[in-house]
């Protein structure tokens, strides 16, 4: 059987360790995309390991079979709008730049602080190496536990996009809407081209919100803001019925979904429901860089952790007892490093790859002394209606914590209750007690459950907590098969090392102090 | 829940627990199951209880199925093959390298 990955390169002995590449980027959204453009356009020899089968990531999903499709899929690409085409530049520059060796439909499951990366692609597993490694694996939405959330007929304004994307599908039915965010409002006014008409769009976000988040506008903000204040115009003009200062959202039904009880600025409502779609903003995904064994930090006003970076990505290593030796040598571009949007992580990746050239000595021009850093300020004009955003759309259905009965863990269907028991009973660590209550323990890894968890905590802790660290994790960060692993390649003696500390992980992290 | 946006061009077939079902060459498993309106996927190992998809994007892990007698794959990151045999899974199913029967 024919193993796709070159061997290490001999002769390439500059560093400690050899290399498959100079750069290895994962994730071939915006960040990942324009980061390896620029990155191969100077003479770099870059590997893009993607989950997907074409380039575009979640916000560009599928967007180059679609418009292969045309004109079978004029309809959608027209629904889907200009936030969705205007991805196709870029897909058409990344696939004609030279240098670039993309790997779609491969899932990565490890990764290292010393460029090492864990990959698998269909039965074939192993590890590449490379000098640098830009990880743009994106974000998720913030998990928003709430009573039925896990009913079917519950899913995330995400999903309902990816279904359109890719699966050319739209709702139908008696549909609600519930949360907040620019994304609801989107995929609202994507509906609404589309012909579905929601019964209804329950904002958690109020008024007052707006008020407050004025004084945060910046001038580049400003297309941002008025693309969004389109959206919720033409909602209107539709006569979409679209409520405010929603709380108490719950999900009834037996074995699905029928009916969404609410409680609009005091007053409760109930009604019956197909499909309802929730969203409470988007928070990065960090289980690569914690992983890596990378420097995370807790924010408490956006309940989510994101690994601590420079303006040009450069990660660092968390405290403590490192897996590998050396310089770490990862940067983290996007939505993962911290959120911002397409426009945004398009400028970052650029700014990173910036980056990596200095340090590789190939930067082509060298800038005139004094002069403005270009890509840094194009990061800085991409992210200004970012304060805004934020402070307009404050956390909704997550800003209360989940009463006793509600699920926390999916997997596991761990209740907040049962979590609470164990922090009562002392627990003061993840990872203790998700030992005690398997919270955490079950196949998402702790994705879906965790920022919760951490907030539990932080709410029982009679002190002010400190920053919560997250589960520990543990490399295969997604399911591996046996035979794959079997037959790994790229393995080296080094790594067998680093393997064998992993099986002994309180031996190797010795005084270990999530807390 | 979903109906296809224009035609679906379903001209492959997959089998969900021996039943066929039209498949479009490049969707997910997910995508052309929830335009078969199945009811769940998968009922969870501790309380019987049906899901189906959440993400979408391999995060909620809630998508699982058994993929050509492999359990617990995640449904919305497979793409879907002519003749491809689908089962819903019912409790307990290993995750950990996938390989149950
Ligand atoms: S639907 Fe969430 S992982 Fe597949």
Not at chain 1, 126 to 152: Q, S
Not at chain 1, 172 to 187: D, M
Not at chain 1, 289 to 303: F, P, Q, Y
Request: aromatic share 4%; net charge positive.
């Amino acid at each position: 059987m024919n193993i796709p990955t070159k061997p290490m390169l001999s002769g390439e002995r500059q560093d400690a360790l050899a290399v498959d590449a100079d750069v290895i980027v994962i994730g071939a959204g915006p960040a990942g995309m324009s980061a390896a453009i620029e990155l191969a356009s100077a003479g770099c020899q870059v590997i893009v390991l993607d989950l997907q089968p074409t380039p575009g990531g979640q916000i560009f999903r599928a967007l180059q079979s679609n418009l292969e499709a045309r004109p079978s899929t004029d309809s959608l690409l027209a629904a889907l709008g200009s936030a969705y085409n205007a991805g196709r530049t870029l897909i058409q520059q990344f696939r004609a730049t030279a240098g670039i060796d993309y790997r779609p439909e491969t899932t990565v499951w490890d990764l290292r602080a010393d460029g090492t990366v864990g990959w698998l692609k269909g039965e074939m597993a192993g590890y590449l190496r490379a000098r640098h490694v830009v990880v743009a694996n994106g974000a998720m939405e913030r998990p928003t536990p709430f009573p039925g959330w896990t009913l079917p007929g519950v899913m995330t304004a995400g999903a309902v996009q990816t279904l359109i994307k890719a699966g050319r599908l739209q709702p139908e039915g008696q549909i609600v809407l519930a949360g907040t965010g620019p994304l609801i409002f989107l995929l609202a006014d994507q509906l609404r081209r589309l012909g579905v008409r929601p019964a209804l769009i329950a904002r958690t976000d109020r008024f007052r919100d707006k008020i407050f988040a004025l004084p945060h506008i910046r001038p580049a903000g400003i297309p941002a803001l008025l693309k969004g204040l389109g959206w919720l115009a033409r909602l209107r003009l539709a006569g979409i019925p679209m409520r405010s200062r929603v709380t108490e959202l719950k999900a009834q039904g037996r074995d699905r979904l029928e009916t969404v009880s609410l409680t609009v600025a005091g007053r409760g409502m109930e009604l019956s429901c197909d499909l309802l779609v929730v969203h409470d903003g988007i928070i990065p995904a960090i289980e690569l860089a914690h992983c890596a064994g990378l420097a995370l930090e807790w924010r408490e006003s956006d309940a989510s952790w994101r690994p601590k970076t420079s303006q040009d990505g450069k990660a660092q290593m968390a405290a403590g007892p490192a897996l590998t030796s050396g310089p770490c040598r990862i940067r983290i571009s996007g939505d993962a490093r911290q959120i911002g949007g397409a426009d945004a992580a398009v400028a970052h990746g650029r700014h990173a790859a910036k980056a990596i050239l200095a340090e590789l000595g190939r930067a082509s021009v060298r800038p005139p002394v004094g002069a403005a850093d270009q890509t840094a300020t194009d990061v800085q004009r991409t992210m200004a209606a970012r304060p805004f955003i934020d402070a307009a759309f404050p956390l909704g259905l997550a800003a209360q914590l989940p009463d006793d009965t509600t699920i926390v863990c999916r997997c596991e269907e761990i209740t907040a209750g049962s979590l609470r028991t164990s922090i009562h009973g002392g627990a003061t660590d993840m990872n203790l007690i998700r030992g005690v209550t398997r919270c955490g323990m079950g196949p998402c890894q702790g994705r879906s459950c965790a920022v919760t968890l951490a907030r539990l905590l932080g709410e029982a802790a009679t002190r002010t907590p400190a920053s919560p660290a997250p589960f520990r994790a543990r490399p295969p960060l997604r399911p591996l098969p046996l035979g794959a692993l079997a037959k790994l390649s790229g393995l080296d003696p080094e790594l067998a090392e680093v393997v064998s500390l992993e099986d002994k992980p309180e031996a190797a992290l010795g005084g270990d102090t999530n807390g | 829940m979903f109906t296809p946006i224009g035609s679906a061009e379903a001209t492959i077939t997959i089998f969900l627990d021996g039943r066929p079902i039209p498949a479009r060459a490049g969707e997910t498993i997910a995508a052309c199951l929830m335009r078969a309106a199945a009811p769940y996927f998968r009922t969870t190992p501790v309380t019987s209880s049906p899901r189906l998809p959440f993400c979408m994007i391999g995060h909620c892990f809630d998508c699982l199925i058994e993929i050509d007698g492999v359990g617990s794959r995640q449904a919305c990151l497979s793409q879907v093959c002519d003749g491809m045999r689908v089962r819903t899974q019912e409790g307990p199913a290993a995750i950990v390298g996938g390989q149950t029967q």
